[in-house]
């Protein structure tokens, strides 16, 4: 079992930046693939970005590449989403997720792990 655990989100300006984290606890020695998703109210939960256990694969939705980064720090089991030039329709609660796997997916049915989510804000 895994245990994440989400933080860093607020309420920001367009234009402004956030960094959210996810930590990682319990059974963490495995390979895990960790992905973003966000959820707006009243719409399906989308999938961000998604990072390889290694960090050497990355995959970005369209509409925040160039803007947002997913890294991660293996020794202190955490996974980050940088946020740049953020913008009023990235409002949602933002959700980390995790799989034991080699492979990066892109849909959130394929992830084993949720986190309870942190709320992201992004005024006009």
């Known amino acids: 079992q895994v245990q994440l655990l989400e933080s860093g989100g607020g309420l920001v300006q367009a234009g402004g930046s956030l960094r959210v984290s996810c930590v990682a606890s319990g059974r963490t020695n495995s390979a895990y693939v960790v992905g973003w998703f966000r959820q707006a109210p009243g719409q399906e939960r989308e999938f961000v970005a998604a990072?390889?256990?290694?960090?050497?694969?990355?995959e970005y939705t369209e509409s925040v590449k160039g803007r947002f980064t997913i890294s991660r720090d293996n020794a202190k089991n955490t996974v980050y989403l940088q946020m740049n030039s953020l913008k009023p329709e990235d409002t949602a609660v933002y959700y980390c997720?995790?799989?034991?796997?080699?492979?990066?997916?892109?849909?959130?049915?394929?992830?084993?792990?949720w986190g309870q989510g942190t709320q992201v804000t992004v005024s006009s």
């Open positions: 997720a995790a799989r034991e796997n080699l492979v990066v997916f892109t849909t959130a049915r394929q992830y084993s792990y």
């Open positions: 990072i390889s256990r290694t960090g050497s694969v990355t």
